[in-house]
């Protein structure tokens, strides 16, 4: 399903046309299509239906708060690599009960926020 698209010659993101955009907040910009991010959760959600899983944003691949929340909003959990990160995906409403903390460079207190936070797991 792609949420983008030409409409009378113009680009369009989901409804809106992507000039209006450029004119409202100038250019460059990033443009995602929370219509797209959710079809594409769901589409992996439902075909992972029968297994007992976490399915994890890698959060290093893209901080926007706009997409951690709508995948959080859709069940989501985080792998983050940094105390930072955790506090971004908490900021966004992402349980920590969802949350992988990845990497190897964790300093002590990292770790310990992690852990004051209950997070998930850690991955060494």
């Known amino acids: 399903m792609d949420h983008f698209h030409y409409k009378d010659g113009k680009l369009f993101a989901e409804d809106v046309a992507i000039t209006e955009i450029a004119r409202e907040i100038g250019t460059p910009f990033y443009c995602y ?3 797209t991010l959710t079809h594409h959760y769901q589409v992996m959600d439902e075909n992972l239906a029968d297994l007992n899983k976490l399915i994890c944003f890698a959060v290093k691949s893209n901080s926007n708060f706009a997409v951690i929340k709508t995948l959080g909003d859709l ?41 004051e936070n209950n997070i998930f797991q850690f991955n060494v």
Do not use: H, N, Q, Y
């Not at 955790?86 to 903390?101: A, E, T, Y």
């Open 33 to 35: 299509s929370s219509a």
């Open 75 to 115: 069940g989501a959990g985080a792998d983050v690599v940094s105390e930072g990160e955790i506090r971004r995906v908490l900021k966004c409403g992402i349980s920590p009960d969802k949350i992988i903390f990845s990497g190897v460079g964790k300093t002590a207190d990292e770790m310990a926020f992690a852990l």
